[in-house]
T-cell receptor, first 118, second 115 residues
Framework: AQKITQTQPGMFVQEKEAVTLDCTYD???????LFWYKQPSSGEMIFLIY??????QNATEGRYSLNFQKARKSANLVISASQLGDSAMYFC???????????????FGSGTRLQVQP | ETGVTQTPRHLVMGMTNKKSLKCEQH?????MYWYKQSAKKPLELMFV???????ENNSVPSRFSPECPNSSHLFLHLHTLQPEDSALYLC??????????????FGEGSWLTVV
């Protein structure tokens, strides 16, 4: 079974500091993709960063980086130099087989609410 | 602007009403999705369309009926809903349904309240 676990329901960080959001996953697939999304209170799900299971280097996108540790099945998101606009829900997701359909789709974790304090 | 547009953004409907949610993508993608996001629950995948073919997983009640007339448009028809169906409904699209690296892009969502 495919599963994504985010153990931090809420996190606080001071503006301009770095913060790490945890994500662990479980899959029997050899080839898979890991994603992070940001969801502000408006509801839109915004794509942040992607890591493929065969990528040897950690993915980076601006202030976002993904700390990928394959042996530990973790894919933590690191946000550097936090800004007030970073306050939102953050979801870790994995592209995995969907039930018995034989097709792949995104499976999401329960999310972490990040609050950036001035 | 992600290239995926959903209307309406907010909808209030009675349990006996029939309404529809609309989604349009301008990204040239071949796969489209409906997700449901309820309070205190992870996002749930409801339907997948790949090249306009529906992929079922048989866990969605029949009071939700999707329609994909072409690769750019996706509808979710709603009838005789229950109050527990109140949620944020997110539409998404990706270049292809296959492969693990295809990024899925979401719309802004439709907030549905069933009274």
């Amino acid at each position: 079974a495919q599963k994504i676990t985010q153990t931090q329901p809420g996190m606080f960080v001071q503006e301009k500091e770095a913060v790490t959001l945890d994500c662990t996953y479980d899959t029997s697939d050899q080839s898979y993709g890991l994603f992070w999304y940001k969801q502000p209170s408006s509801g839109e799900m915004i794509f942040l960063i992607y890591q493929g299971s065969y990528d040897e280097q950690n993915a980076t996108e601006g202030r976002y980086s993904l700390n990928f540790q394959k042996a530990r099945k973790s894919a933590n998101l690191v946000i550097s130099a936090s800004q007030l606009g970073d306050s939102a829900m953050y979801f870790c997701a994995m592209r995995a087989y969907w039930g018995d359909t034989g097709r792949r789709a995104l499976t999401f974790g329960s999310g972490t609410r990040l609050q950036v304090q001035p | 602007e992600t290239g995926v547009t959903q209307t309406p953004r907010h909808l209030v409907m009675g349990m006996t009403n029939k309404k529809s949610l609309k989604c349009e993508q301008h990204l040239g993608h071949n796969a489209m999705y409906w997700y449901k996001q309820s309070a205190k629950k992870p996002l749930e995948l409801m339907f997948v369309y790949s090249l306009e073919e529906r992929v079922e997983n048989n866990s969605v009640p029949s009071r939700f009926s999707p329609e994909c007339p072409n690769s750019s448009h996706l509808f979710l028809h709603l009838h005789t809903l229950q109050p527990e169906d109140s949620a944020l409904y997110l539409c998404a699209s990706s270049a292809s349904q296959q492969g693990h690296g295809n990024t899925i892009y979401f719309g802004e969502g439709s907030w549905l309240t069933v009274v």
